[in-house]
Nanobody, 127 residues
């Protein structure tokens, strides 16, 4: 049963921007407001890696080394949505981006910190 739904993926050019969004159904709202959330990426032929995470309040964030300074994660609790603003995109950022719910209120930083996943959205960056 899918509980997290990503949107905003697609094709972009290197140097451009995309914004991903992760939402939940209204009936799942109370399952996610008290948890940290994250975005992960899996490039073709590579393992899934952390892109960004934030804690339940959104006041603490963490980023993977390859995106720090270019990507920004945020959440709007009233809209029950988590965003990933991606700027200055690079071709090596191509992959499936997945939204994830942490296992607690803290910022998730590894795969082991994740309790549930969205189905993912494809992001393709052309050079």
């Amino acid at each position: 049963q899918v509980q997290l739904v990503e949107s905003g993926g697609g094709l972009a050019q290197a140097g451009g921007s995309l914004r991903l969004a992760c939402g939940t159904s209204r009936r799942e709202f109370f399952n996610y407001t008290n948890y940290g959330m994250g975005w992960f990426r899996q490039a073709p032929g590579k393992e899934r890696e952390i892109v960004a995470g934030l804690n339940w309040r959104g006041g603490s964030t963490s980023y993977g080394d390859s995106v720090r300074g270019r990507f920004a994660i945020s959440r709007n609790t009233a809209l029950n949505t988590v965003y990933l603003q991606m700027n200055n995109l690079r071709p090596e950022g191509t992959g499936v981006y997945s939204c994830a719910r942490g296992s607690c209120a803290a910022t998730p930083k590894t795969l082991q910190d994740i309790a549930s996943w969205g189905q993912g959205t494809q992001v393709t960056i052309s050079s």
